[in-house]
DNA sequence: GGAGATTACGTTAACGCTAACGTTATTAAC
DNA sequence: GTTAATAACGTTAGCGTTAACGTAATCTCC
């Protein structure tokens, strides 16, 4: 006998209807004389009525809960996304469950495996690698699934991204166009974030397929935060020789390096080339405009959660889309 | 007769145990041989079994759900409060449900409501200015709550922060000392952010206080990002004359406003110093360090969780708690 | 070796809500 | 004025889990 909180039931009596009755007059579903209806809402309100959503997932086997992983908050372009996404699910009326793996696939099993037993209306993942067991699991589930920020043609479920690798092609070609003939690259050390691998094995083929092939001096270890490893890869650049140009993992870390090129005298773009990625809003206010791809963060946000909303509602969508990047041209001595 | 997926239920047959065994294999509590827990284990691993929070939730009337509710994600301050949040409460088995007000208290009030639903754990609100509502629902349904970035000697539950108004104080003291004498501030319209309105209090009172009071010109329109309203606001106080100070809501805007002085051809610190907050890393890569309060965000990430933790495990915890700044001197040609 | 304590289970009844179906009024149709 | 259709409700059972209590077996100790 426990029983103490308000509940339907609570509600019913106060206002001499079933539990049926109560539970339809809130839900506004059919059945329910509007004027039967408002003194229902009154009468809860009164009450405080405050609805189960423990109890109405159990009876109805699922939720209005979407979960979405990213790899961190630490970065605008996660945020951008993330905003995107929200604000069309919100307006669905669901909440959302979030998690960062801060780029461990161990980490990200060990939510979605958590994240299931709260049957959640969808799930969204960052990028397209993931262990065998995440997609297994979400797949034998049926949970209508998006991979974002990355494209496959083959994702667990739905997929809307960018081709990394096709736009590092897009701005290594860019650059050999200019004639930038000593290139270099400061990233985050192979293998942490598949994206900007892809990325940097798209400029590595421009320039392989330049008139003249022109191997690519690879810097960057971690450091504290991007913009310090930014100026670090510099520094290690510099140590040996100076690269004329110098692609960077974001823009993030471009700025850092711009800094470092300031301390040690070089000019942007006489003496050094400098092209980032994302286009971020930091890179409007720079004295000299940096070369750089616009990714479509918003866009993509908000493609993905309208398919998502398509597929929970059972209407069939495409299950890959890529949008485009645009790139935006710095300031340069070079070229044309 | 519906019954289609698998549940305790499945499992204590197949393993030919009761319901209530399985559910205490599962959970880990005493009262099943250990034998017979590795069974249970074995053969729930076999049948796919995936708990159901909602059942669970329901049964115990609680949930393992902590709702965070943030003003916005374009913000590395926030970013950073929330991974300091996270670590401690993903440790403690805690999921999640984070919401973005985008400074909009009818929107957090929304969300409350939309929260309470699932019965959470316990709540995490930014600031210390809510609806009426928020405050008294949340007190009224007895959920541990964590105020947080702001701190009040009347929190709804608990708080943790800085005491904005004392840090804008400690800045414009400082400035004071200094011997600057045409302040400026570069903000956010007054009222849409009431932890910058209060440290805008701050510098006005020192400067109230000083040696002569100097009267304080206030900028600042919304602009699309934190960069360009900086650099905006620089060039709507240039118009009229030059201040030899500009205080900025934050370091973002400070470096906007930072390369809006370049271009007007003006030096700092020689010709106009730069006042921003936060300390964020991207003042530690810039030419000419300015003046900047660090803020423990991090900390008080960890410190928060920690604090609601022990709340909701009863144990009592000061109410209120002020982390302190520290102030970050940046480059000058004045004073001392 | 028998009273008491302990361990390892099983039974029952909730938790709050909703789908499915059943029942009673009310209206429409001829 | 009877029948058929519809709207407006009520009953029942079940969603998957756990708290509380019950029972049987084993152990402990003098």
New binding site residues.
Partial sequence: ????????????EAA????????????G?????????AEILRIAKKLN????????S????NSNLVGISLPTFANDVFAEILAGMRGTFEGAGYASVIDTTEYSPESEQRWVERLL?WRPAAVILTGIDHLPDVGQKLRSAGIPTLEIWDVTADPIDICVGIDHEAAGYELGRYAVTLGYQSPAYVGAPIGRDRRADARLRGIKRAFDEGPCSHPIRVAGRPERHAFGAGAAGIDELLQESRPDVVFFLNDHMAFGGMMACGRHGLRIPQDIGVVGFNALDLTTVLPVPITTAKTPRRQMGVVGARNLLARIHGVATERTTTLPITLIAGETTRGE
Same sequence: chains 1, 2.
Avoid: W
């Fill in positions: 006998m426990r029983r103490s909180s308000v509940g339907i039931r609570e509600v019913a001499k209807v079933s539990m049926m009755t109560v539970s339809r007059a809130i839900r579903v059919e059945g329910v004389s509007e004027k039967k209806r009525y405050v609805p189960n959503s423990n109890a109405r159990l009876a109805v086997e037993t």
